[in-house]
């Protein structure tokens, strides 16, 4: 049975001003959805599997049924109780059946579905939430946009402040989501750090002037844990049907890929998909560089000319092969102000007839900074060894 769909029955039951509300709502959403709502309201009230096919009738007498019950018997009947009755005493469908508090099921269902960090929902509830909804946009062809919203240097978060102070910053971001998004967006924790809402109905301009409302209030969160003022931003990726793809993992594929890009245009953003085979956007720069393998020994520099460059790394052509996999530095001069020092790995070497070689290399802050420490901390031992 499809769990969303349950969800949404089971609001329905709770906030209805009575049976008659709640009936009344049951049937709008089959007239607009179909048998299959009938389907998810045997499941929900009588906790039994109805063929598709039998929904629409079964519904009827059991209606139909209340209401004598409520003719003869002179009170209200709730439609739980006229259901079953109906079930079992007309049909073989309901042979032994079982009372359950109602409150008691809800929390079943509420913690089947929820995410217990942040109160968003599971990423087992997104998924067959995604399904439906797909589907649905399918046979009425409207639009539906997906955002992922991803954390930017939450590790660092994790190492610097503690666990305890990322899953508060998790906990920040979620509330966020859950303030601004609409009641029919459905917005769940797909895992670690990273978040998704699929926003029905609404097409790649209007998810994106969302998703920019989200970035920015999250940019300006400011929470206290332990004394320590954090500060968080996140980089999000959109993909919208029918624009991108009609192909429901390819459309998430499509958003996750995005926030790389994000990424790559320096973090703090939102990325519409783009047919784009590199996860980080680039930027075409040809400038003279200076390329040297990493090492405390005295090694040969080389004089190259780049080609591109990204938060991730840079391209650059040298007239020598560098192996794979050498760790590297590359001076990129900027402006005629002091040149970028660049510290990575090779993971690109392409040879042309004119003897030239492209250079593809990664690049790591965090390794830079350990590198840097690491080269100063020799070089103040062995000049102290000399002494």
Aim: proline share 3%; hydrophobic share 40%; net charge negative.
């Amino acid at each position: 049975m499809d769990q969303p769909l349950k969800q949404i029955l089971l609001k329905f039951k709770f906030e209805a001003e009575g049976d008659d509300s709640f009936i009344g709502k049951v049937n709008n959403l089959f007239c607009a959805e179909g048998p299959v709502v009938l389907q998810a309201a045997f499941q929900l009230l009588a906790g039994i599997d109805i063929p598709e096919r039998s929904c629409e009738t079964l519904w009827e007498k059991a209606l139909q049924h209340r209401s004598k019950l409520m003719n003869r018997l002179k009170r209200n009947i709730d439609i739980t109780t006229a259901l079953s009755d109906y079930l079992q005493t007309e049909t073989g469908f309901l042979q032994h059946p079982r009372l359950i508090e109602a409150m008691l099921y809800e929390n079943v269902i509420q913690e089947t579905i929820h995410d217990k960090l942040t109160g968003l929902f599971n990423r087992t509830y997104f998924d067959e939430a995604y399904s439906q909804q797909v589907a649905l946009a399918h046979r009425y062809y409207h639009d539906l946009t997906v955002i992922f919203l991803d954390i930017d240097n939450f590790k660092d978060v994790n190492d610097t402040y503690g666990h305890l102070a990322g899953d508060e910053a998790l906990r920040k971001v979620a509330e966020i989501i859950l303030q601004e998004k609409r009641d029919s967006d459905i917005a769940a924790r797909y895992g670690g750090e990273e978040f998704v809402l699929l926003l029905t109905y609404t097409d790649n301009v209007s998810a994106y002037v969302f998703a920019e409302r989200l970035r920015k209030r999250i940019e300006n969160l400011e929470f206290r844990f332990q004394n320590q003022l954090i500060k968080l931003t996140v980089s999000g990726g959109i993909a919208s049907f029918p624009l991108h793809s009609q192909d429901p993992q390819k459309l998430l594929q499509m958003a996750d890929n995005a926030v790389y890009l994000a990424k790559g245009a320096g973090k703090n953003k939102i990325a519409h998909f783009k047919e784009e085979k590199r996860r980080y956007l680039r930027v075409k720069i040809q400038q003279p560089v200076l390329a040297k393998e990493l090492d405390f020994d005295n090694t040969e520099t080389f004089s190259g000319m780049s080609k591109d460059i990204c938060v991730g790394g840079i391209l650059f052509e040298n007239s020598v092969s560098l192996p794979l996999g050498a760790l590297i530095t590359v001076k990129v001069p900027v402006n005629g102000s002091d040149p970028i020092i660049l510290i990575g790995n090779v993971v690109r070497v392409e040879a042309f007839d004119n003897g030239r070689f492209d250079i593809g290399m990664t690049t790591s802050f965090k390794k830079m900074d350990k590198i840097a420490n690491a080269e100063i901390a020799s070089i103040l031992h062995t000049d102290k060894a000399a002494e």
